[in-house]
T-cell receptor, first 112, second 113 residues
Framework: SQQGEEDPQALSIQEGENATMNCSYK?????LQWYRQNSGRGLVHLIL?????REKHSGRLRVTLDTSKKSSSLLITASRAADTASYFC????????????FGSGTQLTVLP | DGGITQSPKYLFRKEGQNVTLSCEQN?????MYWYRQDPGQGLRLIYY???????QKGDIAEGYSVSREKKESFPLTVTSAQKNPTAFYLC????????????FGPGTRLTVT
């Protein structure tokens, strides 16, 4: 079973708008990571947030983590057509030898 | 895709043949991973290795084998025992097993007919 599940599965917005993606997970974590994947390519790490952190920023990205609700959100501000990609959350579960567990992703389309 | 190479990008094989996918990294990372991705899905862990000459099964290891004879290299063999081998295969590495981001290669798309 997958630890992280993203919502929505697909999101279509206009350039300049903000995009918000959510991730829910089931067990305690050490950290949660967000990755981006352009079609047919490898994944690129975006941001890592540790379990004792609540919010983190990187450029136009803002990630929040609510461990009480076992959820995280990724906000991309002022989106660009080049942000079109799939976005995955991945959890590093406490006490697990499973490594990272990836969700099924959100497909973001930014229309010019 | 920085520092991790996978070859070839596309691979075609006949059913019943074993095939080996290459993964090399020059990041001096201890940990390496193999994932499988099916259309519209997330990544599923096949095998991982924390150190040379050691590797562990992931969630879907059946029909696959790996070796880790060198720190830089972690080849994956898809055997004829894998029931549905057509997929996109991704190799990744990280500094250590947990707590760090993973760096991914560009992937190999395997088609078995």
């Amino acid at each position: 079973s997958q630890q992280g599940e993203e919502d929505p599965q697909a999101l279509s917005i206009q350039e300049g708008e903000n995009a918000t993606m959510n991730c829910s997970y089931k067990t305690s974590i050490n950290n949660l990571q967000w990755y981006r994947q352009n079609s047919g390519r490898g994944l690129v790490h975006l941001i890592l947030i540790r379990s004792n952190e609540r919010e983190k920023h990187s450029g136009r990205l803002r990630v929040t983590l609510d461990t009480s609700k076992k959820s995280s959100s990724l906000l991309i501000t002022a989106s660009r057509a080049a942000d079109t990609a799939s976005y995955f959350c991945a959890t590093d579960a406490t006490g697990s030898a499973r490594q990272l567990t990836f969700g099924s992703g959100t497909q973001l389309t930014v229309l010019p | 895709d920085g520092g991790i190479t996978q070859s070839p990008k596309y691979l075609f094989r006949k059913e019943g043949q074993n095939v080996t996918l290459s993964c090399e990294q020059n990041l001096n990372h201890d940990a390496m991973y193999w994932y499988r991705q099916d259309p519209g899905q997330g990544l599923r862990l096949i095998y991982y290795s924390q150190i040379v000459n050691d590797f562990q099964k992931g969630d879907i290891a059946e029909g696959y084998s790996v070796s880790r004879e060198k720190k830089e290299s972690f080849p994956l063999t898809v055997t004829s025992a894998q029931k549905n081998p057509t997929a996109f295969y991704l190799c990744a590495s990280s500094i250590a097993r947990t707590g760090y981001e993973q760096y991914f290669g560009p992937g190999t798309r395997l088609t078995v007919t």
